[in-house]
C-alpha cells in the first residue's frame, strides 16, 4: 500500500483542500485564484481562505501584475523547513512537557492499535522506550510484510537503531524477506536465525523490549498490542532465549 502524495502531504499537517490548492500551485506555476480553485476542485471562495493559510505556512506568495493578484507556490524544499521549525520547537518544550507527565500506577498497561500507521506507532514506541546500547529480541514471520507496509520506514527504523547502538536478535521464518535481512545482518546490529514455516506459518511480529512486548498481526489490518509488564517482558525474555540457545546449539 503505498501513499499518493497528497496522502503524504496530509501527514506534514495540511488538510485535504489544502493540500490539493497547493499540489495544484506547484503544477501551474503563477496563476490566478480561479485556476488554482478549478485546478483543485474547490470553491473559489474558500481557495482563497486556503491560499491565506497556505501562506501564514509560507508555502505560497503573491505577486501583482498590473491590478492583478496572482499566486505563486513555495518550492517543495519549504515543506522540510517548516517540519524543521515545528521539530526544533517541539524540542525546545520537551522538557517541560515530560515534566509534566503523570506516570502513576492507574496508567493503562495494555494499549491496542490498528493499521499501518498503528503499526508505525508501535515501532516509535520501541525506539521511545529502550535505552542505547541496549537490545530488542524479536519472532517474526515477514513473509509478504512489504506488500502493504512502507519499505522506507522500515529502513528508516533500522537506521536510528544502528546509530543509537541498538542490537536485535531475531527468530524468523525462512522466507526471501528474512534471508535478505540476514544478508545485511552485520551492517544492522541484527543477529537472526532462520527457521522452516513447517505447517506454522504465521504473519507478524513479536517484540521484546525494556518492559514491554508487542504483538503485531500484519493479516489483521497491522493489529498490534502493547503489553508494559516488567514481570510478563522478564518471562518472555527467558523463553526467547532458551529458544535462540537451543536453535545455536542445532
Not at 473559489?44 to 501584475?65: H, M, N, S, W
Request: a positive charge.
Amino acid at each position: 500500500m503505498t501513499k499518493s502524495i497528497k496522502d503524504i502531504l496530509k501527514d506534514t499537517g495540511l488538510d485535504e483542500e489544502q493540500a490539493r490548492v497547493y499540489l495544484s500551485g506547484i503544477e501551474l506555476g503563477q496563476s490566478s485564484v480561479q485556476q488554482l480553485a478549478q485546478k483543485a476542485g474547490v470553491k473559489r471562495p474558500t481557495t482563497y481562505l486556503i491560499l491565506d493559510e497556505l501562506k501564514a505556512k509560507g508555502l505560497f506568495f503573491q505577486v501583482l501584475k498590473g491590478k492583478k493578484r496572482y499566486f505563486v507556490a513555495e518550492e517543495p524544499d519549504k515543506l522540510f523547513a517548516g517540519i524543521k521549525n515545528k521539530e526544533n520547537q517541539l524540542k525546545q518544550i520537551l522538557p517541560e512537557l515530560r515534566s509534566l507527565y503523570n506516570i502513576d500506577l492507574e496508567k493503562p498497561k495494555i494499549r491496542f492499535y490498528e493499521g499501518v500507521n498503528g503499526a508505525l506507532a508501535v515501532y516509535e514506541d520501541i525506539l521511545a522506550s529502550v535505552p542505547n546500547n541496549s537490545e530488542i529480541l524479536s519472532y517474526t514471520g515477514i513473509s509478504g510484510l512489504f506488500k502493504d507496509f512502507p519499505k522506507d520506514c522500515a529502513k528508516n527504523f533500522f537506521n536510528r537503531r544502528v546509530q543509537r547502538h541498538i542490537s536485535t536478535r531475531i527468530i524468523a521464518l525462512d522466507s526471501e524477506e528474512s534471508r535478505e535481512w540476514q544478508k545485511h545482518a552485520p551492517y544492522e546490529m541484527r543477529e537472526i536465525v532462520l527457521v522452516p514455516e513447517e505447517n506454522t506459518p504465521f504473519f507478524g511480529d513479536t517484540e521484546i523490549y525494556g518492559n514491554k512486548i508487542a504483538l503485531l498481526s500484519y493479516k489483521e489490518n497491522f493489529m498490534a498490542v502493547v503489553i508494559e509488564s516488567k514481570e510478563i517482558a522478564t518471562m518472555q525474555k527467558f523463553i526467547f532465549n532458551l529458544a535462540w540457545k537451543n536453535l545455536i546449539v542445532k
